[in-house]
């Protein structure tokens, strides 16, 4: 079956920590790829993307996203943590005919002063 | 440019009761789609259209569930009878269809509360 697994439910870092979340997907090929946060009661921002090519991607905000082929992974890291990043972050992949975003069921991040 | 805008913002509702919700889709997007949200999870697909043509509907969507498009722009989703198991955010996104690469964009959501 078709899923996006975000392993991490709660994650909670210092300010100025580094940070990674797990992403990882199970389709017969591979889909394009994106990263989405969402605060409280808003909707989604798109981070970043990957469709194909460098499979080191750079967003906005400072964070970026490696595609891992033989792991079926999509990680999303940011060297320093800022207070504002404090949301939800959710992993999502679409099938080439874009027609629809599987998500995962997101990964809470707490950031400590 | 405006982004995608949904109205209303907030709905609160007795079971049973029957609601409708509006999304507004980035101008000259021609793909507009339709998810719920419940609590601790992430976005689900219910439906899409490609101008005014639905053309794929989630076995989520059950039958108090409709959704349209008219002239391809707005849409709305109405849900008949609702049951307190409907309480979700439903987000709204749009998208244009060109080339290869085809980004959707999300409106803020509807969140709706069953009583």
């Known amino acids: 079956a078709q899923s996006v697994t975000q392993p991490d439910i709660h994650i909670t870092v210092s300010e100025g920590a580094s940070l990674e979340l797990r992403c990882n997907y199970s389709y017969g090929a591979t889909p394009y790829l994106f990263w989405y946060v969402q605060s409280p009661g808003q909707g989604l921002q798109l981070l970043l993307k990957?469709?194909?090519?460098?499979?080191l991607v750079q967003g906005i905000k400072g964070f970026e996203a490696e595609f891992k082929r033989s792991q079926s992974s999509f990680n999303l890291r940011k060297p320093s943590v800022h207070w504002s990043d404090a949301a939800e972050y959710f992993c999502?992949?679409?099938?080439?005919?874009?027609?629809?975003?599987?998500f995962g069921s997101g990964t809470k991040l707490n950031v400590k002063p | 440019d405006t982004g995608v805008s949904q109205d209303p913002r907030h709905k609160i509702t007795k079971r049973g009761q029957n609601v409708t919700f509006r999304c507004d889709p980035i101008?000259?997007?021609?793909?507009l789609y339709w998810y719920r949200q419940t609590l601790g999870q992430g976005p689900e697909f219910l439906t899409y259209?490609?101008?005014?043509?639905?053309?794929?509907k989630s076995r989520l969507l059950s039958d108090r569930f409709s959704a349209e498009r008219p002239k391809g722009s707005f849409s709305t989703l109405e849900i008949q009878r609702t049951e307190q198991g409907d309480s979700a955010m439903y987000l709204c996104a749009s998208s244009l269809v060109a080339g290869k690469y085809n980004e959707q964009f999300f409106g803020p959501g509807t969140r709706l509360t069953v009583l």
């Open positions: 259209f490609q101008n005014e043509a639905q053309l794929e």
């Open positions: 101008s000259e997007h021609n793909r």
């Open positions: 999502a992949v679409v099938l080439y005919n874009f027609n629809k975003f599987y």
């Open positions: 990957y469709f194909s090519g460098d499979t």
